[in-house]
């Protein structure tokens, strides 16, 4: 089974930058593929980023040319890079494997995830 830990989260002010990472420990092709999801506070849940075996990646449009999903073979890892944070960036995030895709995106395919770590603290200072 995969299991998954995000990390990297901390307090940026506005414009800032910062680099998330999901180790995925028992991750193969066979999973499909990493997700990014976050969780603002008193909202729902939103899929942000998703990067498939292949390398295919699908953005949410609130963070498409902003943010980055990149897959490291090497380290185990699916990172995210993100640039020009804003306040409303500010959330929980969490990396997610055992699906496909992300909700609620145009000409998209979604499918569950079934496995999730813990997520890390992003907070944007304006």
């Known amino acids: 089974e995969v299991q998954l830990q995000a990390s990297g989260g901390g307090s940026v002010q506005a414009g800032g930058s910062l680099r998330l990472s999901c180790v995925a420990s028992?991750?193969?092709?066979?999973?499909?593929?990493i997700a990014w999801f976050r969780q603002a506070p008193g909202k729902e849940r939103e899929g942000i980023a998703c990067?498939?075996?292949?390398?295919?990646?699908i953005y949410a449009d609130t963070v498409k040319g902003r943010f980055t999903i990149i897959h490291d073979n090497a380290k185990n890892t699916v990172d995210l890079q993100m640039n020009s944070l804003q306040p409303e960036d500010t959330a929980v995030y969490y990396c997610a494997a055992g699906g496909y895709g992300l909700p609620r995106v145009k000409g998209g395919v979604y499918v569950q995830y079934k496995s999730w770590g813990q997520g890390t603290l992003v907070t944007v200072s304006s």
């Open positions: 028992g991750f193969s092709r066979g999973d499909d593929a």
């Open positions: 990067i498939d075996p292949t390398g295919r990646t």
